[in-house]
């Protein structure tokens, strides 16, 4: 079954220390693949996608993926965290055909100080 | 501020009740996605629109259906509520019908089942 995992339920990190989320996605295609994040009370926020092309991936506040094939993996990054990224994120991928996002079931970020 | 409103934010109610959630699409967006997310199944695919018809069906209940209308915004139908019913129901839109368009997504509806 087409299924996404976030290995990590809960990092907790330090303001301005490096991050690293991590996303493996099982399926012999390369799907596109999506980075979301979801603040308390609100709705999900598209952070970047990856359709094809460079496999580092650039997005909003200062986030990037890479997409390793080899690996089926989509990390997140980001070199320095601030206390605001407190949130919780979800990797998100798109099988070939007209199917749904598939989820997984998001990583919680603590950042202290 | 996605472009997608969601109403009501919350929304508490007994078993065995019906509710109804809508959402207003962003402008121009034809397609209507309606996600469940609950702590214990994560964020599950409902069911999608695209401009009026159902294109897509996910994990979405026989107690439940939805539909778009000629104005785009959608209303999800919740019936003979159970306490598992309890969740985060958001709904998204994207303007296109394929699901590779990125998705824009509500604040959700707040569901509480006592």
């Known amino acids: 079954a087409q299924s996404v995992t976030q290995p990590d339920i809960h990092i907790t990190v330090s303001e301005g220390a490096s991050l690293e989320l991590r996303c493996n996605y099982s399926?012999?295609?390369?799907?596109?693949l999506f980075w979301y994040v979801q603040s308390p009370g609100q709705g999900l926020q598209l952070l970047l996608k990856?359709?094809?092309?460079?496999?580092l991936v650039q997005g909003i506040k200062g986030f990037e993926a890479e997409f390793k094939r080899s690996q089926s993996s989509f990390n997140l990054r980001k070199p320095s965290v601030h206390w605001s990224d407190a949130a919780e994120y979800f990797c998100?991928?798109?099988?070939?055909?007209?199917?749904?996002?598939?989820f997984g079931k998001g990583t919680r970020l603590s950042v202290i100080a | 501020d996605s472009g997608v409103t969601q109403t009501p934010k919350h929304l508490i109610t007994a078993t065995g009740q019906r509710v109804t959630l809508r959402c207003s699409p962003r402008s121009g967006d034809l397609s209507v996605y309606w996600y469940q997310q609950s702590l214990d199944q994560g964020l599950q695919f409902l069911i999608q629109?695209?401009?009026?018809?159902?294109?897509a069906k996910g994990n979405i209940l026989e107690r439940f259906s939805a539909q778009q209308f000629p104005d785009l915004h959608s209303e999800l139908n919740l019936s003979s509520l159970e306490l598992g019913d309890s969740a985060l129901y958001f709904c998204?839109?994207?303007?296109?019908?394929?699901?590779?368009?990125?998705?824009?997504f509500g604040d959700g509806t707040r569901l509480s089942i006592l």
């Open positions: 998204a839109s994207s303007d296109g019908q394929g699901s590779n368009q990125p998705q824009h």
């Open positions: 629109y695209y401009n009026g018809e159902e294109r």
């Open positions: 399926y012999g295609a390369t799907p596109y």
């Open positions: 990856y359709f094809s092309g460079d496999t």
């Open positions: 998100a991928v798109l099988y070939p055909g007209n199917t749904p996002l598939v």
